[in-house]
C-alpha cells in the first residue's frame, strides 16, 4: 500500500481559534478547514458563565458533545420546552435537526468537546431566530 500525501496523521496545536456561526468563539481542531476531514470534526468550544449560544440546528448532522469542565444547560426541542443540565465529564447526543441551545448559567467558565458528523462544526447549521426571542422572554419571565 503506497500513501500518498493526504494519508498522513496531522497534529493540531492548541492557540488557533475562530468564531462560529452560533457566535462563539471556538479551539480550532481536526476539521474540514485544518486537516481536510470529510465525514467528522472535533473542536473545543469554551463558554464563560452566563452566555448562551444562539438557537439552532444541525441539518442532517449528528452532534456528540463532553463537558471537560463545568456545567451547562441545554434547551432543546421543537420550541426549546426540554433542559437538561450537563456536568463535567458528562456526554450529550444530539440528533440530527433537532433544535438547542446550550446556555452557560453557571457563574463559572465551562469547556465542551464538541464532535460533528461532518467535516466541519459549521456544516449545516440552521439558526432559529425567532427561538432566541422566545427562550429570552421565556428565560427573562423566570428570573
Known amino acids: 500500500m503506497s500513501a500518498s500525501a493526504t494519508d498522513r496523521v496531522t497534529v493540531i496545536k492548541p492557540g ?7 457566535g462563539f468563539t471556538y479551539g480550532a481542531g481536526a476539521s474540514a478547514e485544518t486537516v ?3 465525514r ?7 463558554m464563560p458563565p452566563g452566555i448562551r449560544a444562539k438557537a439552532h440546528y444541525h441539518e442532517g448532522i449528528e452532534t456528540i458533545a463532553y463537558m471537560l ?9 421543537d420550541h426549546l420546552e426540554h433542559r437538561v443540565l450537563v456536568h463535567t465529564g458528562d456526554q450529550v447526543f444530539v440528533p440530527v ?3 438547542h441551545v446550550p446556555c452557560n448559567e453557571s457563574g463559572a467558565p465551562c469547556t465542551w468537546i464538541v464532535v460533528h458528523s461532518s467535516g466541519s462544526d459549521q456544516d449545516g447549521i440552521v439558526l432559529l431566530p425567532e427561538l432566541d426571542k422566545h427562550l429570552a422572554e421565556r428565560l427573562g419571565a423566570m428570573s
Open 36 to 38: 481536510g476531514a470529510k
Open 16 to 22: 488557533q481559534t475562530y468564531v462560529g456561526k452560533q
Open 97 to 99: 435537526d433537532l433544535p
Open 69 to 77: 469542565v463545568g456545567e451547562c444547560a441545554i434547551y432543546y426541542g
Open 40 to 46: 467528522i470534526c472535533m473542536n473545543v468550544l469554551p
